[in-house]
């Protein structure tokens, strides 16, 4: 796939189609790879990546890139592509400016979860279809199945299906029945107290390091409301150990009917807090009380939180569902 | 040196822990972090902890002192108090090297009381690498992770603890330990310590080297045509800052308690947007001013006013760690090719 | 305990003048009298108050004086509009002093000296300005050239009509910024007057105000022949420590808290251009 991208880069490069390319830079080792932006078929050949590890969103990028001048192609895995749709509904990219070609997605491999294994001191990894091959000073060729290892978000995939293209390369994948919320099913079946313990215990590693809004796709504001001095309650860090879930509740409230579940969030959690499953609840009681949503599926339906129909729940539905809702 | 078999390592810790507050690496939650050392609570298998152990010398929030005000009165309190002795045991070389990186600022004069009283009444224990991961680079700036620093240094070798005091902290924490140990003519620890060099040295990053920083001067890489690529993807988060063991800067806010205000500080980032932000205006206004700030002060800054030191120790967590995968290793690595 | 220079001592405000519609000067004492710590011209002071926070601000006073320091601050964010609105008999936490000062004993020594300021950006020259009055056989002539937007925005109006214009050895220059009605003096902006009168190349100068103002007179002095080695600012960035440590006021290798806040231009010249 990634000669192929390469290949249809330069091509829409060359034909003066676009005139730079949003992508993801290979690193020092495998897996370390940075968004960035290729203006040469020479940066392309040299640097451009697409493998098991190019994991990051590139939507949110678009936000600025599409501002700038000339046409900028993006390459949109089906995560990506829900998140930029949301842009476009949210009027905050420009859609003219960008040329998305959609490639398909099998999943990303977390690198996490391979050194959660006890794999370390890694030389090299090869990739096949199904499994990767690492290979470790400790003179190590370790394969693992890439289904064991992959994110979260891609085990619990919800769609494979790019949702807004130039065009495709590859073909295109469905949307898949997920258990996705199968974790937040669980949540809801403790006692408050017991949902109380788990939120504080791990919410409390947060470092407010800010990564997970600064990753999200839908936390665009111009100035965020905890980076503005005047607001009052601009904290850099929590007066006590469970402060911080005012800084995520509140994010995930803002975000909610906004959110596409592209779990970026708790892929650049350096303290491994698993934010999305704050933002999946809301996704799951929207789909309860509302009816099916899915933020960045389309530009045209109205998000259920700004829209009024006569079946609306009413709130009283707080008192009703009790402490367990 | 001394001997302690592995099997007698809570009786070690347990002795130690009835003296003073023992803090050692265990796993929680899937990740290795510094704890308070309880009954039969299990030392990391992990390299190292997913925070850097400046926590222990500078955490993240302290309070500074306490101001009430009363009318046109002003009360300050000196809410400072001593820190009872503690030990810290499994620090690797890189975070035990960060120690002296923060000293130079913190016991530069005037001398910060706060940092100095932990730093005082702290025994800091290294234990000695033994696997080394792909995103360490401590050898870089001179440090072994075979042969780590601190008040006493461990190393972990064929079912036996090994220990040696460096300084009289290290030796007091002998003492209570003392009827657990036996001399050791340190052989296991030699053969050891030439296995983990021999594994540094095929390491990805084992040929780094930041000493060409040097060789241009500060405006030269300050107006290094590389900055705007290098900072392009940065998300302007704080995640390198925050798990990096020789980040310092640091802000000081009030949390009102309703009957005091409490003047506090916090770590901060210089990654942030408000970070010089004033009443008229900001003067690093774009991400790649911040972002080049971070770096500048690290490889060129810092060296410029310590003595070559770079604020750096390769511990490789903002390696890890950072969400686009940018880091020091990436800038030095462009640098270096411009100034070629 | 050691002494911690993070925790501030007790100041007392005993008197509070009002300046210009925007500027008031603050007179602090140590709560038994005298004053709550020495300084050298130049030096800056953290002035704080629970709930609106804490600033740093240059001693304006010379430390000539024996009796008190004096603070001359602009209304513009959350504590200095606390700290105009407040009466004589407040307490305040000031830490301090802070930053290098002014070479006031070693290169102003035996030298012409010329002052430029332009708005708020006389009070850090207020303090060395009259610390050069106070030893007035240590330094050549004193020239002053200073401006704002109008005359209700001239900084000290009195002091320097009575005071300053009227002691031998110092010309006074005023302008502002447009005509306005009761004002016969010149109008203009400094950058420009500056060159108009040009001075001799001879004089140590010293250049405060808005970074615009700075970088234009600047321009204009070297335009006349002055070397930056001859020019001195004084800067303003952000601060919290003071000390050299938080981080937030490093630019390059120095801190303008501790290795500032007055540089000379040609120091200056050397640094990345972020303040």
Known sequence: ?325 | MYQLSLDNLQNFFRQIAAHEKLYIPTDKDNVAVYAEYAEGMQLTQKLNTNRSAKDFFFPQTENLYDLRMNGKNLEIEDTREACEDFVVFGVRACDVRSFAILDKVFLADPVDSYYKNRREHGTVVSLACTRPEETCFCQSFGIDAAAPEGDAACWIADGSLYIKANTEKGETLLSYVADLLTESDGSAVAAQQEKTRQLLAKLPLANTDFEGMKKTDLMAHFKSPKWAGLSEACLGCGTCTFVCPTCQCYDIREFDTGSCVKKFRCWDSCMYSDFTLMAHGNSRNSQLERFRQRFMHKLVYFPDNNDGVFGCVGCGRCLAKCPISMNIVKVEKALEVQDA | MTKETLIPLLGVVTDIRADTPDVKTFRVEAPNGGKVFEHIPGQCAMLSIPGAGEGMFSITSSPTNKEFMEFSIKKCGKLTSWLHQMEVGQEIAIRGPYGNGFPVDTEFQGKDLLFIAGGIGLAPLHSVINYCRDNRDKYGKIDIVYGSRSMDDLVDYKEIIDEWCAEDGIDVYLTIDRAQEGWDGHVGFVPNYVKELGFDTNKTAVICGPPIMIKFTLAGLVELGFDKTQVYTTMELRMKCGVGKCGRCNIGDKYVCKDGPVFRCDQLAEMPDEY
């Open chain 1, 1 to 325: 796939m990634q000669d192929k991208m390469i290949a249809r880069a330069k091509e829409l490069l060359r034909d003066g189609a676009v005139n730079r390319v949003l992508g993801w830079k290979t690193g020092e080792f495998v897996y370390d790879i940075t968004p960035a932006v290729f203006t040469s078929a020479e940066e392309l050949d040299r640097d451009f990546v697409f493998d098991a590890f190019t994991a990051a969103n590139l939507s949110k990028y678009l936000v600025k890139e599409s501002k700038k001048e000339g046409k900028v192609l993006a390459f949109l895995k089906p995560c990506d592509s829900y998140s930029f749709q949301q842009l476009i509904k949210e009027h905050r990219v420009d859609r003219e400016n960008v040329y998305i070609v959609g490639i398909p997605c099998e999943g990303k491999v977390d690198i996490e979860a391979l050194k959660a294994r006890g794999i370390s001191g890694i030389t090299a990894i090869e990739e096949t279809a199904d499994a990767v091959t690492v290979k470790t000073v400790y003179d190590e060729d370790i394969t693992v199945a890439k289904q064991d290892v992959l994110f979260e978000r891609c085990v619990n995939c919800k769609s494979k299906k790019v949702v807004i293209c130039d065009e495709m390369l590859g073909e295109n994948g469905e949307i898949v029945d997920s258990d996705r919320f199968d974790a937040v099913a669980k949540l809801e079946a403790m006692t408050p107290d017991e949902r109380f313990a788990f939120w504080q215990n791990e919410l409390s590693r947060c470092i407010r390091c800010n990564a997970c809004r600064n990753v999200c796709p839908a936390c665009t504001c111009e100035k965020c409301v905890f980076d503005n001095v005047n607001s009052g309650v601009e904290h850099k860090v929590a007066a006590n150990s469970f402060e911080e879930s005012l800084f995520h509740i509140i994010r995930a409230y803002h975000v909610a009917g906004r959110c596409t579940d592209c779990g970026e969030c708790s892929r650049v959690c350096p303290q491994h807090i698993p934010l999305h499953l704050l933002n999946r609840k809301f996704i799951k009681d929207m789909n309860e009380l509302y009816g099916e949503y899915q933020a960045g599926a389309d530009t045209e339906t109205r998000p259920p939180l700004v829209n009024f129909s006569m079946d609306d729940c009413e709130p009283s539905i707080v008192y009703q569902r009790g402490g367990n809702a």
